[in-house]
C-alpha cells in the first residue's frame, strides 16, 4: 500500500487502537484509557469537528429513573420482537450514570430548577468537550489519519491497523493489543449532515478480518430535507408542516396528528412534494428554532421564510448511520468474532436497540456512549491478558481489495469516482432501495456485482489521497452488497426493510441476519429463542438466546 511513501511511514504501539472520532471513539478512548493502558485513536477528520454528532443537536435516551420501563417498553415495542429488553435496559441505565460525567469534563447542560436536564447535547460543544477530555487522560490522537486495513495475528486476533495521513502524505501502522471499530456506518456519500466520513470502511475491514455483519437489510433510512439545500436532515420541524403537490392540492401526510414516515416517499414517487411549516404554535417555533436551529440555516440563506412559503422537499439516503446493520456483537463487551475486535456506536449492529427499525436520534446517541465504554473496556482487558509481547506478534494486513494491485497483469486501474457513482445509483433510489422486490434487488445486485469484479483491479496508488478515495470505493460496494443480498432474503415487511413482493410481517421470521463474505455472499438465520415478553424483563444471559441455521 502506497509503497513509495513506505520509507516515511510512522510506526506506533498502544495496547488499544480504536477508530473512529465521533461518541463512540471518544468514550472508547476514554473508557480504556481509565483502565490503565496507552491508547491511540485515529480519525479519518479531525475528532471533535468529523461525523454526524458533531454537526449539530442531537435528543438523548436519557430519562430520569422514574420513566425507564416506560422507555424501555416503548423501544421494545418499536423493534417488533426483534429488540432485546435487557439490552435496552443496559443502555439507558449506562447513560443515564455516564452524563453526569460529560458535565464534570466541562459540558453545561440547560438547567431547570437548579438541576441539570441532560436530554440532548450541542453537538459541537459536546464533541469539544470530549476531545479535551481525551487529551487530558493522556490518549493520543491522530487527525486526519483514516485507517484502512487491520493487522492480524497467526492465531487469527487482531494486532494493530494501517492507514494513510493525509497531511503528512504518509502511511503508518499502529500495533495495538485490542482494536475498537467505532468509525460510523455507511450513507453512501449522500451528503447527508455530518456523514460524508461514514463510508462502511469499518465494516469492510471487520469481514476481512473474519468478523460478520447482521440486521444489513436495515440499511435504508432516508429522512427529509429541503430540495434546495439537500444536506440538513433534521426531521422535526416537519413534523409541523403541510404537504402539498406542485399544484397546491394538499397531500396530507399524517395519521393521528403525527407525521405518516410512509408518506413522503410515497408521495415523491408521484411527483414534487412542498411543505409549509404553517401547522407550528408560537410556542412550537420558539423551540425548534432553538433546539434544531441548523435546520433553518438553509432557509435564512435562501431568504425564505418557511412558515409563510412552500418549499420543495426531498428525501435523503442516510443508510446505516441511522437504519440498524453493522458488525455482529457477541457479548456483553462489544467483542466480535474476531479475537481482540470490538465494535460501538454506529459501526455495530444496533438490532438489540431498534430490531429493524431506526435507532436514529436519541437512542443511538444513547447507544454510542454505552458501547463505546463496553467496548473500550472489553479492548483494555484483552490486551492486557496478552501481557508485555502483544505487540512482539507476528502479523500481517488482512485488507486486499481497493488496497493492493491485482495479481493480473492485465487488470486495468480502476477509478473510484465511477464507482462510486455507480453504487449510489443502486442505492439512493427510492425505487429500488425503498420499495423493494426480488426481481429489483437482483436486478441491482448484478450491477454492484459488475462493480466489485471492477475494484479487484489496480487501484490508483499516487498520492494518499488516491488511496483513501481507491479504499472507499472498495467499502461502499461491499456494503451495498451486504445491504441488498440480506434484503433478498428477508422475504417479509418489517419496520423500514419494506418488500412489496411480501408486504405482510411475518411473525414466524423472528430471527437476525448474519451476513458476510467478500467474492462469495452469504446469510445466515439466527433464530432469536427468547419468549416474547411485555417490558421490563430481567434476565442474565450475555446476549440474545439464538440459534444457528
Not at 463512540?24 to 473508557?31: C, Y
Not at 417498553?73 to 450514570?97: C, D, M, Q
Not at 440486521?215 to 435504508?220: D, G
Not at 436486478?443 to 456485482?449: G, H, I, P, T, V
Request: one cysteine or more.
Amino acid at each position: 500500500m502506497l509503497a513509495v511513501h513506505s520509507e516515511n511511514q510512522l510506526q506506533l504501539t498502544a495496547d488499544v487502537l480504536v477508530i473512529g472520532g465521533g461518541p463512540a471513539a471518544a468514550w472508547a478512548a476514554w473508557a480504556a484509557a481509565s483502565q490503565g493502558v496507552k491508547v491511540i485513536i485515529v480519525d479519518k477528520g479531525f475528532l471533535g469537528t468529523s461525523g454526524a454528532a458533531a454537526a449539530s443537536g442531537n435528543g438523548i435516551m436519557a430519562p430520569s429513573p422514574e420513566n425507564w420501563d416506560k422507555v424501555l417498553s416503548e423501544r421494545y415495542r418499536v423493534g417488533k420482537n426483534l429488540a432485546n429488553s435487557r439490552w435496552i435496559e443496559r443502555v439507558i441505565e449506562k447513560t443515564w450514570l455516564s452524563l453526569p460525567l460529560v458535565e464534570s469534563w466541562g459540558y453545561r447542560f440547560p438547567k431547570e430548577d437548579g438541576e441539570s436536564v441532560r436530554q440532548s447535547y450541542y453537538g459541537p460543544e459536546y464533541m469539544r468537550v470530549l476531545r479535551k477530555n481525551l487529551l487530558r487522560v493522556g490518549v493520543q490522537i491522530l487527525d486526519q489519519s483514516p485507517a484502512l486495513e487491520l493487522l492480524l495475528a497467526d492465531d487469527g486476533s487482531v494486532a494493530g491497523a494501517r492507514g494513510v495521513q493525509r497531511q503528512h502524505h504518509r502511511t503508518y501502522t499502529v500495533r495495538a493489543g485490542a482494536v475498537v471499530l467505532a468509525n460510523g456506518g455507511c450513507a453512501f456519500l449522500s451528503k447527508a449532515l455530518g456523514c460524508n466520513t461514514n463510508t462502511g470502511d469499518g465494516l469492510l475491514m471487520a469481514v476481512e478480518a473474519g468478523g460478520e455483519l447482521s440486521s444489513m437489510e436495515a440499511s435504508n433510512h432516508y429522512a427529509i430535507s429541503t430540495a434546495f439545500n439537500a444536506t440538513v436532515t433534521r426531521g422535526v420541524p416537519f413534523g409541523w408542516a403541510s404537504y402539498t403537490d406542485e399544484a397546491g392540492n394538499d397531500l396530507g401526510g399524517y395519521i393521528n396528528g403525527r407525521r405518516d414516515p410512509s408518506f413522503l416517499p410515497n408521495a415523491l414517487l408521484k411527483g414534487p412534494v412542498y411543505a409549509r411549516l404553517d401547522r407550528a404554535t408560537p410556542e412550537v417555533k420558539a423551540v425548534i428554532e432553538k433546539s434544531h436551529f441548523i435546520v433553518f440555516l438553509p432557509y435564512t440563506k435562501a431568504g425564505i421564510d418557511p412558515y409563510t412559503e412552500r418549499v420543495p422537499v426531498t428525501l435523503v439516503l442516510e443508510g446505516t448511520v441511522r437504519g440498524t446493520g453493522g458488525i455482529s456483537l457477541t457479548d456483553d463487551n462489544c467483542g466480535t468474532k474476531v479475537p481482540g475486535l470490538y465494535a460501538a456506536g454506529d459501526a455495530a449492529s444496533r438490532e438489540f436497540l431498534a430490531g429493524l427499525a431506526s435507532g436514529g436520534g436519541g437512542p443511538n446517541a444513547a447507544w454510542a456512549i454505552s458501547t463505546g465504554q463496553w467496548a473500550g473496556v472489553g479492548a483494555a482487558d484483552f490486551a492486557k491478558s496478552l501481557g508485555a509481547q502483544a505487540n512482539e506478534r507476528v502479523a500481517r494486513p488482512a485488507g486486499k481489495v481497493g488496497l493492493r494491485s491485482s495479481s493480473s497483469p492485465t487488470a486495468e486501474t480502476f477509478d473510484s469516482e465511477v464507482i462510486v457513482h455507480g453504487v449510489q445509483a443502486q442505492m439512493f433510489p427510492l425505487e429500488k432501495n425503498y420499495l423493494r422486490s426480488e426481481q429489483g434487488l437482483l436486478d441491482s445486485l448484478a450491477k454492484l456485482e459488475t462493480l466489485w469484479q471492477q475494484v479487484q483491479g489496480n487501484p490508483k496508488q499516487d498520492t494518499v489521497r488516491d488511496v483513501e478515495f481507491s479504499r472507499r470505493a472498495a467499502a461502499l460496494t461491499a456494503v451495498a452488497r451486504w445491504a441488498y443480498f440480506s434484503a433478498l432474503h428477508r422475504t417479509e415487511t418489517r419496520s423500514e426493510h419494506i418488500r412489496i413482493d411480501y408486504p405482510e410481517t411475518d411473525p414466524n421470521q423472528r430471527y437476525y441476519q448474519a451476513t458476510g463474505g467478500l467474492d462469495k455472499l452469504w446469510v445466515r438465520r439466527d433464530w432469536i429463542t427468547d419468549a416474547i415478553t411485555t417490558p421490563p424483563v430481567q434476565t442474565t444471559q450475555t446476549i440474545p438466546s439464538v440459534s444457528k441455521l
